[in-house]
Every structure is written in C-alpha cells, then in structure tokens.
C-alpha cells in the first residue's frame, strides 16, 4: 500500500483565551507536519508513546474495525515521523494524534470528517483545529465552538524558542486559568474581531496588530521576558506583528510578502539583543487540512 498522510503543526496561535468563559483559539498552521508513511509488511512500527496507542485503539473502535491494535500494526505497518518539536506550543501532539486517526481510516478504505477527527483528538486531550481547511476559531478544549474563517493571506512567520517545555494537560489543569483568563477577555475580543477582520479582508496587518495584543495579554497567565523586545525589534524590520504559543515557549514574528526580505536581519538583531531565545526557522501560514497521497495529492 501507497499511502503517505499529513497534519500541520502551528506556531503558537494568533488568538487564544476565552469569551464569556468560553475557551477558543484561532489557528495558525504553517509548513511543518507530522507524517505517516506506510510501509511494506514486516516493518515494525514505530509509535510515539502512550497517547499514538490510545488514539488508535480508539479510532479503531470508532470505525468499528474487525481488528485490534495489535493486529492492525502486523497488517498496516507505518512509520511515523515529526519535524514538529515537543512542549513548545507547536501543535505536535495535535498534529500527530489527527494524523493517525485519519491514517487508519483511510487504510482501511474509509475518511473521517474533520469534525470526527476532532472528537477523537478531544477525547484525549486538549486539541489544536489544525487539521481544519483553513484557519479555524476553534474550542481547543470541549469542541463547543468550530468556525472556519477563510483561507490565510500570504504570510511568512520567523519562529523562536524562548526555552523550556509546557506540558498542555497541566497547563490547562491549572487552578488559576478560569480567573486569568477572564481578567484578559476585553483584550481577547478585540484581538479576535482585528483578526477575523484580518483573514476576511486578506489584510496582514490586522492579523498582526490582534496577534500581538493576544500575546501581551497572554503575558498575565505565561510570561515571555523577551516579547515586549521582541515586538519594539521586529517592528523596526517591518513585521506586522507578533504572536504566541499562549500554552508553550515559542513566538512568531510576522511578515507580509513585501517585508520578507528584512527577515534575515530581523532575526539578528533579535538573537543579539535578546539572547535568552533562539531562532528555529522560518515557515508559511498555510490553510490547515490532513493531505493524503495515494499518487494524486488532496486535502481532508
């Protein structure tokens, strides 16, 4: 069997709080994925941990499959791959969890709806809309709210680390959430209306000035030492904003197309005069989706 399938990762959010106590994020997929790739029986596959077991025992059971698990993986060998890293708020137990989910279904002749994907992931644990078309509004907790905006404008993002890992099942476990994230709401709404306004209008700049806000509003539940700098440098090179892992480690700065050029100093005079992150790469927003190749190329 011919089968590669892919989910993107994301580099943070452009939007994430909660409205009226309702938790949502707005995504922000980018050009790295997670991957599974068929292979010929005999290889032995490789599974990254506990929950890779967990979502595909309960896919299986969803599909109503005649096999187990373990039965499944001497049939369908794959191996499983990520160019995303773990505990930085890059969605890449996201990525991987709907991956596999959509892996098995369509090795087994059936597709899942990005909804079904989405329950599944849900029921594990908290879950980025990534493998939505497009960008997503998204109820990364309970699913409650799945709104799709439209498709990205063309925007290229500079990624960095600040350090450290979070882990997303103890971040949002944590006692104090509900209060913090109340006391952002009025910024989250306004970050929320710039970017819908952003995606609907292919304007960049929008989508910038609402990712920044959310980030600094974000700094009262995790505090990034560095963004306020990273903002004041970034602006000097022409980016239109800056946005935040809001449960990770990880800031993107934002470029529309006719800025990209300035990218390569941008991210020198950031490592310079900030020296506690790191620059990783430089991706895409891309229109979230699983794509599937069997030969010919589309998304789910």
């Known amino acids: 069997m011919s ?7 994301s580099c943070g959010e452009l939007v994430q709080g909660t409205l009226d106590g309702q938790p949502f994020l707005i995504t922000c997929p980018i050009d790295l994925y997670s991957e599974i790739r068929y292979k010929l029986p005999g290889f032995r596959t490789n599974l990254r941990g506990d929950k890779s ?6 896919t299986l059971h969803y599909i ?3 096999y187990t698990l373990e039965e499944y993986l001497v049939h369908f060998p794959f191996h499983q791959y990520s160019t995303l890293p773990i505990g930085k708020g890059m ?6 969890l709907s991956c596999l989910c959509q892996a098995v279904a369509l ?22 809309g990534i493998f939505y078309s497009g960008i997503m509004l998204f109820d990364h907790v309970g699913g409650k709210i799945r709104r799709n905006l439209g498709q990205p404008p063309q925007m290229m993002i500079a990624v960095f680390d600040a350090g450290g890992e979070v882990d997303t099942l103890s971040f949002n476990k944590r006692s ?5 994230n109340k006391a952002k709401e009025k910024q989250v709404r306004e970050a929320m209306e710039l970017v819908m306004t952003g995606i609907a209008k292919q304007d960049v700049s929008l989508i910038g000035q609402g990712a920044t806000i959310s980030a600094l509003a974000n700094q009262l539940i995790l505090a990034n030492s560095c963004l306020e700098s990273i903002i004041k440098l970034s602006s000097q090179y022409g980016a239109c904003g800056v ?12 470029f529309a197309p006719q800025h990209v050029h300035k990218i390569g100093d941008c991210v020198t005079a950031i490592t310079e005069n900030c020296p506690k992150v790191k620059y990783l790469q430089t991706v895409h927003l891309i229109s979230g989706g699983i794509r599937t190749d069997r030969g010919d190329e589309h998304e789910s």
Request: one cysteine or more.
């Open 91 to 96: 969605a890449s137990s996201s990525a991987d």
């Open 243 to 254: 946005n935040a892992a809001h449960s990770g480690t990880v800031l993107g700065v934002l």
């Open 176 to 180: 104090d959430l509900t209060a913090l």
């Open 53 to 58: 077991r967990e979502i595909l025992t309960r």
């Open 64 to 66: 109503q499959s005649q």
């Open 3 to 9: 089968l590669t399938i892919k989910s993107p990762g």
């Open 107 to 128: 090795s087994l002749g059936m597709q899942l709806s990005a909804d079904e994907v989405a329950d599944l992931c849900l029921s594990i644990e908290p879950t980025d």
